[in-house]
């Protein structure tokens, strides 16, 4: 399966917040699945460090869910669902053409 869609990943700090607004609220975390399974990068990769991602990866119009773990590869979880339902199913490492796709750590 050829993906055509170009990923850009951001990093970005947040060093403070508008005058006028109030305490941040964060929902309680929800534990991610694919397959009907929860994600468990730790099954998957040596050291389990995980980097989430979303971005539409296979250009069908929905958020996929990227991971990044700590040897410098990336896991790649098809949405099929929909945009407001997402439903992931695992497939394995991103390639870059018939290599698993890495970048450097260190």
Not at 45 to 63: F, L, M, T, Y
Not at 78 to 93: H, M, Q, V, W
């Amino acid at each position: 399966m050829k993906y055509a869609c170009l990923l850009v990943f951001a990093t970005s700090a947040v060093t403070g917040h508008a005058q006028d607004s109030g305490p941040s609220q964060l929902e309680a975390p929800v534990r991610l699945e694919a397959d009907g399974k929860p994600i468990d990068i730790g099954a998957l990769s040596k050291i389990a460090h995980a980097g989430p991602w979303v971005a539409d990866v296979d250009c069908d119009g929905d958020r996929d869910l990227l991971v990044g773990d700590f040897p410098g590869y990336f896991w790649f979880f098809e949405n099929t669902g929909t945009e407001a339902s997402p439903k992931y199913a695992s497939r394995g490492k991103l390639k870059a053409g018939k290599a698993a796709a890495k970048t450097p750590v260190y």
